[in-house]
């Protein structure tokens, strides 16, 4: 059974960092490229930054560039986004999420997500 | 970036009856258009790839359509357990972008 575990998150002053986690099981996990994405409180879904298989590709949406940063750990079967600089806009329910395939980029599993909270 | 576009942004409508919602997209997506339906509190999870694969566990009054910029998802008969959100996904193109959404609700 595939499961994704997202840990990590939690209440932040804005400037401040957090970095989430995201366990995996079931499946290889260096096969298979991964994405994070996050919905703030009442909104819709909003893909936040992906990677390669490998970890030799990384990719990030405009509005967190520069700010965080994803990575895995295929020894530990876990994935990462190292969050900086957090802003209030920040704040949302983060998902990590598994890609169907290289290239095939829609998200067949998801983790039950992890809530940021960005305030003073 | 492809903006996708979903409508209506809420439908109301009664178990047993059609329910009928678009997703557009402001380029040609050719047919990597996925659905996903996400219930309060849980995660989204994968309805629809390639604009009209149904995924195990989803029943056949779900079906999925269009190619393009026009996509539409039609749940036959709606059921109790149908009273979600719903969000398409274009995956063509970097980065891969979401609608907003369409809350299905019980009028």
């Known amino acids: 059974e595939v499961q994704l575990v997202e840990s990590g998150g939690g209440l932040v002053q804005p400037g401040g960092s957090l970095r989430l986690s995201c366990a995996v099981s079931?499946?290889?996990?260096?096969?298979?490229?991964m994405q994070w994405v996050r919905q703030a409180p009442g909104k819709g879904l909003e893909y936040v930054s992906a990677?390669?298989?490998?970890?030799?590709?990384?990719y990030y949406a405009d509005s967190v560039k520069g700010r965080f940063t994803i990575s895995r750990d295929s020894s530990k079967n876990t994935l990462y986004l190292q969050m900086g600089s957090l802003r209030p806009e920040d704040m949302a329910v983060y998902y990590c999420?598994?890609?169907?395939?290289?290239?095939?980029?829609?998200?067949?599993?998801w983790g039950q997500g992890t809530l940021v909270t960005v305030s003073s | 970036e492809i903006v996708m576009t979903q409508s209506p942004a809420t439908l109301s409508a009664s178990p047993g009856e059609r329910a009928t919602l678009s997703c557009r997209a402001s380029?040609?997506?050719?047919?990597?258009l996925a659905w996903y339906q996400q219930k309060p509190g849980q995660a989204p999870r994968l309805l629809f790839y390639?604009?009209?694969t149904r995924v195990t566990g989803f029943p056949a009054r779900f079906s999925g359509s269009g190619s393009g910029t026009e996509f539409t998802l039609t749940i036959s008969s709606l059921q109790s357990e149908d009273f979600a959100v719903y969000y398409c996904?274009?995956?063509?193109?970097?980065?891969?972008?979401f609608g907003g959404g369409t809350k299905v609700e019980i009028k």
């Open positions: 999420a598994k890609v169907y395939a290289t290239g095939i980029y829609y998200l067949d599993y």
């Open positions: 079931g499946f290889i996990f260096s096969n298979y490229p």
């Open positions: 990677i390669s298989s490998d970890g030799d590709r990384t």
């Open positions: 380029q040609s997506v050719s047919s990597k």
């Open positions: 390639g604009a009209s």
């Open positions: 996904q274009q995956y063509n193109n970097w980065p891969p972008t």
